[in-house]
């Protein structure tokens, strides 16, 4: 069943409407006042509304998800081994990895380059399926991979939103060189190897 209307009673300078008007207009003009001495303030950006960007830029969560990077270790070394999990992971299916080995006999000029005998020969994400969503970053297994702080991802081309490998590793370097990556990285969880069944370990009941 409908529920009754309430009538509200009107007072009698709400139903003249020229206080209220007056009111409101009083209101717009507080706020204009404000607004208008704050933005003769110097500061980064006028307060307390509106940011001038790109000169004024809001300071972004340490867990925001942007562009990609590829991380390095301390040796300055890629540390993706090309497995191919995050590919597989991924619920938009953007990321292409082709997997590379070193060859035999040049393992130690590779070595300088790669942390592991495998790296990622191909490493491309294309920015316009990917919906940011993480997971290729947490399910990687050597925390090779991290959404960086770079918002700015708008390209003329569609060419452009393919984020190739070399533009991952200079994402990497740039949030280093501006302060590091501040993402808690998530330390891999390690299962410990058991009693192997019915071997020398097996309890017997
Ligand atoms: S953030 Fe999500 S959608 Fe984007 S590449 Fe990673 S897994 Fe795929
Ligand atoms: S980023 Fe991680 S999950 Fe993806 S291919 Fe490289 S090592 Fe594997």
Redesign the pocket.
Known sequence: MAKPVVQKRYTLTERVYLVEILKGLGITLRHFLANFAASLKPGPHTVPTTWQYPEDRREISPVF?GA?MLLLDEQGREKCIGCGM??R???????TVERGKVPEGEEEEYAKRYAKKTFSAVFR???L?????????E?CPQNA?A?GPDYELARPSREECLLEKPRMLENYRRAMAAGGVHRPLKPVPVAEAGPAKGGAGAQKG
């Open positions: 998800r990609h995050c590919a992971v991924c619920p938009a299916q953007c990321i994400i294309d920015l399926r990917c919906i940011f969503c993480g997971f290729c970053e399910t991979l959404l």
